[in-house]
């Protein structure tokens, strides 16, 4: 007998009361609890005042028959899951058909066989049980993924089709769970940033076999939500991919509040900048990557003067608001992108945090010279040196800042931020707004070069800068054929200054190609005058440096100097060095043919010294070749340079090039120049630089070979004998 744990109820509806009464019996010694209905009409309130396990209909009955009823009380919500057996006769085929479709569970046929009844009804009920903990255990199941906001889903490897759970259709913000789904679809909702790692996987799926565990970007609704994502590949028993199955989870409030927290242990609340202990975890990073690539740091200690003055005066809300604008000042200076000369352009890893009250830290990482960190010094100063407008009111504060560097004045994170920390001290006792190093020497060589670069600006608003011309000999007329332009700082109270004691800073400062500027435009214009006043053409050649040489429409600049001094293009030689012209060959070859089309001359400047391209060079179409000084020095002691020289000149001749030999010093120089075949000559053993007057004197009278003495033109100084060697005809 049938015995479960509470006597099941059937709900039997027939009109016929000898077949119920037949069927009740059978079923009651069975164990089964039985309620009847006499008509289809009282199948929902029958079932609605028993609320039976099982429902038997005889499908024939007047009035409401078995199939309306069946669709009555499938209609109830408490009735959808219940099992309904139909009574009908063995030929009634059409009905059980029209019976399915309207939620009948099974069927039995008349005549009734009391045992085979109870048998069937012994399976339904079972059958219903388990349907029922499996249902329950769905409902369970998406109320634990909608807890956890986990979602399930399934890509079928052979039609690529994209199956999800209802939770995962919600999170991706796709209608339903029913809907027929590619993987385009999904890649469709997925960030296009993390897209393509995605595909890759789906895409490799079937060979590489691994699981995936990886978090990527969804949008939904122009919301963007971060998607945990877990994966793994099943496959056939023949060991074939089918599909994919795996998670999703929406881990963005978790995400967000684990940022909420690693930034109230990591960054100030207040300017949003690292704080004290996340500052010292990323300068104690910076020191050890310093260690490793042997290169200096710099840890600058940052205090606002008078800022109590105006806390205190103005209250904690203006006080708070001051403190927030000195950081987005201090920011802008450290985004600046020629702050620093760094082994490293990338500007992500420079360090400004807030370490308390009103005093910041800044660490300079990859730093090529300790004076660099004086010139961020500088220019922090300047940014906070400005009125704050808070609340109506002008404010005016000032810095002081001490300066430490790795490894000079510590090797640890302890010992610079103390060694800077007196170092501020050292300033703020100088009255603030200013900067002190630890070492009293980084002071004295930081202070020399700020000096010598505002010299330098203002030395180039004041035209401080002059040229002077050094001429070049052709070594078979021993006539000048042209002279080159060299600048000179004639500095106040320092006299004249060669390139090497303040080239260097300009670069650093970014002033080459004012300079550059400059001196163009004074050799075009002397080259004017020279033609002018002796009625000659004298060629001048300027260096061209990299930065100008790089400047967007170089050539129409150049084009525009020459029609401002009414110069024929002719006349102007730039000289370009030979890495110049191989860091970016085709570009290279693009910007010299946009010169030559002007008609100005071209020359490669230390020649030798590089790794010219035969090729490019064919293709680059200049006049002439230079032979660096650097071969000319030694080339009388050294056979090696006698076959360098040689071979440049070779090289040239059959290009069609002529070359030049700069730096000739010594007669023996000369001799082997000449007899080599070399073209021209420049050198102090021809004439050493001299200002525009003396080179016109120069260019009037002839430098005649083999003798001339330079007290005649020199402009002042001690007269100096010149002794040229005799030129062979």
């Not at 309904?84 to 939620?103: E, F, P, Q």
């Not at 490897?157 to 209802?166: E, G, N, V």
């Not at 501020?424 to 009293?440: D, E, H, I, T, V």
């Not at 500027?517 to 002018?532: F, N, T």
């Amino acid at each position: 007998m049938f015995q479960p744990e509470s006597s099941p109820k059937v709900l039997l509806i027939d009109d016929d009361l000898a077949s119920r009464t037949l069927i009740r019996e059978a079923l009651e010694e069975e164990g089964f609890v039985v309620a009847e209905a006499s008509e289809g009409r009282q199948a929902v309130p029958a079932f609605t005042e028993h609320s039976p396990a099982l429902v038997i209909i005889d499908v024939l009955m007047p009035g409401v028959d078995g199939l309306e009823a069946c669709q009555a009380l499938r209609a109830l919500p408490a009735a959808s899951m219940v099992p309904v057996l139909l009574m009908t006769g063995l030929n009634d085929l059409a009905s059980i058909d029209n019976a399915r479709a309207l939620g009948a569970t099974d069927f039995v046929t008349k005549p009734i066989q009391p045992r085979i009844l109870c048998q069937r009804i012994r399976y339904m009920l079972r059958d219903s049980q388990r349907l029922g903990e499996l249902t329950r255990g769905e409902t369970s199941l998406a109320m634990a993924q909608r807890i956890a906001k986990l979602g399930s889903w399934e890509l079928d490897l052979r039609d690529q089709t994209f199956k999800m759970s209802r939770e995962a259709s919600k999170m991706l913000g796709f209608h339903s769970p029913d809907q027929c789904l590619r993987v385009g679809n999904f890649l469709s909702v997925v960030h296009e940033d993390d897209r393509e790692a995605i595909k890759s996987y789906f895409d490799s799926a079937l060979s590489c076999q691994e699981p995936l565990c990886t978090d990527l970007r969804v949008t939904q609704g122009g919301a963007e939500r971060l998607i945990h994502l877990e994966a793994e590949l099943v496959t056939a028993d023949s060991g074939a991919a089918v599909r994919i199955v795996g998670t999703f989870q929406d881990v963005t409030e978790r995400m967000l509040a684990e940022m909420q927290i690693h930034a109230l242990a990591y960054y100030d609340e207040l300017t949003g900048l690292p704080n004290r202990p996340h500052f010292k975890e990323l300068l104690n990073e910076a020191i050890e990557k310093a260690k490793r690539g042997h290169q200096l740091v710099a840890v600058l200690f940052l205090d606002l003067d008078r800022f109590k003055r105006i806390n205190d005066t103005l209250g904690h809300s203006v006080g708070d608001m001051l403190l927030k604008e000195v950081s987005n000042r201090l920011r802008e200076v450290v985004r600046s992108s020629d702050i620093l000369s760094r082994a490293n352009r990338e500007l992500n890893d420079l360090v400004l945090a807030r370490i308390g009250g009103d005093e910041f830290t800044l660490v300079l990482p990859e730093l090529l010279r300790i004076h660099d960190a004086a010139k961020v010094a500088r220019r922090l100063l300047d940014a906070i040196a400005s009125p704050f407008t808070l609340q109506g009111q002008e404010v005016f504060v000032s810095l002081g800042i001490g300066i430490a560097v790795y490894p000079v004045n510590g090797d640890n994170v302890d010992a610079l931020l103390k060694n800077a920390d007196t170092a501020l001290s050292c300033a703020k006792k100088q009255g603030g707004n200013s900067f002190q190093f630890y070492s009293r020497s980084m002071n004295a060589t930081a202070f020399e070069r700020l000096s010598l670069e505002a010299c330098l600006r203002r030395a180039l608003e004041r035209h401080e800068l002059v040229a002077h011309y050094q001429p070049q000999v052709s070594l078979q007329t021993g006539q000048v054929v042209g002279v080159e332009a060299l600048v000179r700082w004639r500095r106040p109270d320092h006299g004249l200054l060669l390139p090497g004691a303040f080239l260097p800073v300009a670069e650093e400062a970014g002033l080459i190609r004012q300079i550059d500027s400059q001196v163009l435009h004074m050799a075009c214009l002397q080259s004017k005058a020279w033609g002018e006043t002796l009625r000659r053409s004298v060629r001048v050649a300027v260096n061209v440096s990299n930065q100008q040489f790089q400047e967007p429409g170089l050539a129409e600049i150049i084009g525009s100097e020459l029609r401002t001094c009414s110069l024929d293009a002719h006349l102007l030689e730039l000289e370009l060095t030979e890495s110049i012209m191989m860091q970016n060959p085709e570009t290279a070859i693009d910007t010299v043919q946009r010169l030559r089309a002007l008609g100005v001359e071209l020359s490669i400047d230390d020649f030798g010294t590089g790794y010219s391209c035969l090729n490019h060079l064919r293709r680059l179409q200049v006049n002439r070749l230079k032979v660096d000084r650097s071969f000319v020095r030694d080339i009388a002691t050294s056979a090696d340079n006698v076959s360098i020289v040689k071979a440049i000149i070779a090289m040239a001749q059959s290009l069609g090039l002529e070359v030049i030999a700069e730096g000739v010093e010594t007669e023996e120089q000369l001799e082997i120049l000449t007899e080599h075949g070399c073209d021209q000559v420049q050198g102090n053993l021809i004439s050493v630089p001299v200002d525009a007057s003396a080179m016109s004197h120069l260019l009037a009278v002839g430098i005649p070979l083999p003798r001339l003495t330079l007290a005649a033109v020199s402009a002042g100084g001690e007269p100096t004998e010149y002794r040229p060697p005799q030129v062979s005809a």
